[in-house]
């Protein structure tokens, strides 16, 4: 009897129990494989390395979906604000009223009238571009963190000193480059609702100084992005004493329904309240469907390369059947021979996984060194900013999906071993010891 079988043999008449010390023995004997073994261990090796690579494309793809989703709503909601209130004729005495119910609710960070349209920018250049304006105080504009963050110079002194909030505005650093200006320099913006005349409405337009750029990270919003000082807005878009909405920030904004509902509640019917789903569900429902059909996607890759330890595994039984036939003949049960191919599972799943996790890990947490090294590697951009939005690829680890992701690829490790465990069960020692 060789002495596996001894071993097995002394440990079973003792009475083990499952999972004891003889069958973890065999499992680790079974899964590194001798030299003459050469093409099991083979296949253990690229289980292994499968099963790794899957788990770790798993986390680094979702972490960046994270990423990008994180961003866009970060740097969206940072220019737009999270609630709107509107009415249909509000005054900025109404508004400004309205702004400090609202400061009031606990959980809301900021709340300010706004007035904001579209206008057409040209440049000394020629060259006539759409732009986004929004009108806010010097005061609100400072106060709010997102977008003081955003003023490359820190601001401009002059920004709303002067009649009427005077003639200096904040420009996207995109739309400053596409007029051809500089901070100091003018450009013209152009409305269609000017005065009225016996010919009817004349177009309004007006040159404006650039005090500072403002770059938000977005490359689409960096192109259209106007911050002008409210007083002028209304003057400008022939306002009178009305603004548009008052602009609400929370501390949580995905948080979102149960403040709005508070605000309802505290304004009244006269006013209507919106959030920022409702004015960018569009894209945040693409978000979700890409990021959902990505992850079906990618635990399907898991799998396919978890299919890799059931080859492993059958190779593993008919090399192993010998060995399998004398453990059954000294009175091995069958359950003892599965759960011995299962640990090996385990070990291999577990170790792959874990490997995998490791790995995508620190690739999201190096990934920006990564990508310039890619860059200067390949002497190419990899990751455009004005096709992509973004100035850099992001990522962010989500621990509770790093946890789901791990857990699955440990799970279908161990599901894809149950094959081979029960046909390694199953073998007949008679049959397999017929021609030794």
């Known amino acids: ?60 793809v979702m972490s960046i979906m994270n990423g990008f989703r994180y ?6 909601l940072g220019i737009d604000g999270h609630v709107y209130v509107q009415s249909a004729f509000m005054s900025l005495e109404d ?7 609202l400061k009031d609710i606990p959980g809301v960070e900021a709340a300010y009238p706004m007035v904001a349209g579209a206008a057409g920018a040209s440049g000394l250049n020629g060259r006539l571009e759409f732009a986004q304006v929004h009108g806010m105080t010097p005061e609100d504009l400072h106060q709010t963190r997102f977008i003081a963050e955003s003023l490359q110079g820190g601001g401009s002194a002059e920004f709303g000193a002067g009649r009427n909030g005077g003639d200096v505005i904040y420009a996207g650093t995109g739309l400053a480059e596409l007029m051809g200006a500089g901070v100091g320099d003018s450009f013209t913006l152009i409305v269609p609702q000017g005065a009225q005349g016996p010919f009817g409405t004349s177009p309004r337009s007006k040159a404006y100084t650039i005090g500072d750029y403002v770059d938000t990270g977005l490359s689409d919003y960096n192109r259209v992005l106007v911050y002008m000082p409210l007083e002028q807005a209304q003057l400008f878009f022939n306002k ?15 948080a979102v329904d149960a403040m709005k509902a508070e605000i309802q509640r505290r304004l009244g019917a006269v006013y209507v309240v919106s959030d920022w789903r409702d004015r960018r569900q569009a894209l945040f429902n693409a978000l979700e469907v890409e990021r959902g059909a990505m992850r079906l996607i990618l635990m399907l890759v898991v799998l396919i390369a978890a299919l890799n330890i059931i080859s492993g595994f059958t190779m593993l039984v008919r090399d192993k059947a ?53 860059e200067a590697i390949f002497q190419r951009e990899l990751f455009a900013a004005d096709v992509y939005g973004l100035d850099h690829l992001p990522a962010r680890v989500d621990w509770g999906e790093v946890g789901v992701i791990s857990a699955w690829g440990f799970a279908v490790s161990v599901l894809v071993t149950l094959i081979p465990a029960w046909f390694a069960a199953r073998l007949d020692p008679v049959e397999a010891l017929r021609y030794e």
Do not use: H, W
Not at 71 to 76: A, G, P, T
Not at 348 to 361: F, H, P
């Open 95 to 101: 508004a400004q009223d309205v702004s400090d119910i």
């Open 71 to 76: 961003e866009l709503l970060s740097r969206l």
């Open 240 to 254: 009178r004493d009305t603004v548009d909405q008052v602009e609400v920030r929370i501390a949580d904004p995905d």
């Open 322 to 374: 010998r060995d399998i036939a004398i453990l059954r003949t000294v009175g091995v049960q069958r359950g003892s021979v599965m759960r011995v191919f299962l640990m090996s599972g385990f070990m291999l799943g577990g170790v792959g996984t874990i490997a995998g996790l490791a790995l995508g890990v620190v690739f999201c947490t190096y990934i920006a060194p990564i990508q310039g090294f890619l």
């Open 1 to 60: 009897m060789s002495d596996t079988g001894a071993t097995a043999g002394r440990a079973n008449g003792g009475g083990a129990l499952p999972f004891g010390q003889y069958e973890r023995m065999l499992a680790v004997r079974y899964l590194f494989a001798t030299r003459k073994d050469g093409g099991v261990a083979l296949m253990s090796v690229i289980a292994f390395v499968g099963v790794m690579l899957a788990v770790a494309a798993l986390i680094a």
